[in-house]
């Protein structure tokens, strides 16, 4: 079977530093190099102008496309891959345009969300753009600390945590500034920083309940520097059977009627009474040795590279296609 890896690097674009939602290098090429391993012919792809190039001369030759493509300065950007693939009849593994802009919109899923009786933290979006006083009236309608987050960004981009309203006007005046984008404040939920993959094998998916292993206090998070430049790693919580239960429920849910497909990652806080609290749902997480796919695959007997194939099976039972 012939895999196409559509991706995108920070030197693909003329990017400031406050977008860090991009793959390395060093990590595609590890992903080719296991899909190459387990018998698959990988081809790198790159982002989007580059398949449109492809397109155009007819030169996308691949049974399936794995996107990882995150893209830039834009609410769809994540949906431009797929919604290209689609009109040009390529099957895709991953969920869709629609589903992708969906989940950006952290604020619009944190909605869906709460319609679905799954706690999250109560918030405010600060549209972009408002005046001062509007801000002011806004932030009296939220208990402190808050967690700012520009409402279209990854990897924790811009995300900062203030104690006071007049630190949190000055963040949010200076994020507005950086993003011209609509900004997400919530409230900070003390706990512990959770993951939970999930791959939709039938019939209970395949998934389980990670964390990290610096977890330093009720009030750590993981931030931009962490995930970037960290030494940590993702290991399994071993939680009481009611507990699970939630997050079950939760990610179930949410992949259902978000419409993801094939595989998903959820985001989410617990507190040290066991109160769970949806935060985000991630349908382009990246697939990195060591991540939580791969401690949860690890866990149930995988390999990476056989997680990986775990996924890609998923998504060639959906579209019906042969897993050559």
């Known amino acids: 079977m012939k895999i196409g890896i559509a991706y995108d690097t920070k030197d693909m674009y003329d990017a400031s530093e406050i977008y860090n939602d991009f793959a390395d290098k060093q990590s595609i090429r590890s992903l080719q190099k296991e899909l190459e391993k387990i018998g698959y012919d990988v081809t790198l792809l790159g982002n989007a102008p580059n398949i449109i190039e492809l397109l155009k001369k007819g030169a996308l030759d691949c049974d399936i496309v794995y996107n990882t493509v995150e893209g830039i300065s834009s609410r769809n950007r994540e949906g431009i891959i797929p919604a290209l693939l689609e009109a040009h009849h390529i099957p ?4 869709d345009a629609f589903g992708l802009s969906l ?5 619009l899923t944190k909605v869906i969300a709460e319609h679905y009786n799954i706690r999250t933290p109560k918030s405010i979006l600060i549209i972009y753009p408002l005046v001062d006083e509007d801000i002011d009236k806004e932030l009296n309608t939220i208990h402190f600390p808050v967690i700012l987050k520009p409402n279209y960004e990854g990897n924790s981009s811009g995300i900062t945590v203030c104690h006071t309203k007049e630190d949190a006007l000055k963040q949010i005046h200076s994020l507005l500034s950086l993003y011209h984008s609509s900004i997400l404040c919530e409230e900070f939920i003390y706990g512990t920083e959770i993951t939970v993959p999930y791959i939709d094998i039938a019939p209970n998916g395949f998934w389980d309940v990670t964390t990290v292993d ?7 998070w993981l931030d931009t520097n962490w995930k970037l430049y960290g030494d940590y790693h993702n290991l399994i919580l071993e939680l009481d059977s009611k507990t699970k239960s939630i997050f079950e429920y939760a990610v179930k849910t949410l992949f259902t009627v978000i419409g993801c497909r094939d595989f ?3 985001d989410f806080r617990l507190t040290s009474e066991n109160d769970v609290y949806f935060i985000e749902a991630n349908p382009l997480p990246a697939l ?7 401690v949860v695959g690890k ?3 995988y390999t990476y590279a056989e997680t990986l ?6 998504a ?5 296609i042969p897993k050559i």
Not at 316 to 320: G, I, K, Q, T, V
């Open 214 to 220: 610096i977890q330093k206090g009720d009030d750590f």
């Open 264 to 266: 998903c990652r959820f």
């Open 288 to 294: 990195f040795q060591g991540g939580s796919f791969d």
């Open 103 to 107: 989940t950006l919109n952290k604020y």
């Open 92 to 95: 895709y593994i991953g969920t």
């Open 316 to 320: 060639c039972n959906r579209l019906a």
């Open 299 to 301: 866990a149930h007997g």
């Open 309 to 314: 194939q775990l996924i890609i099976k998923t």
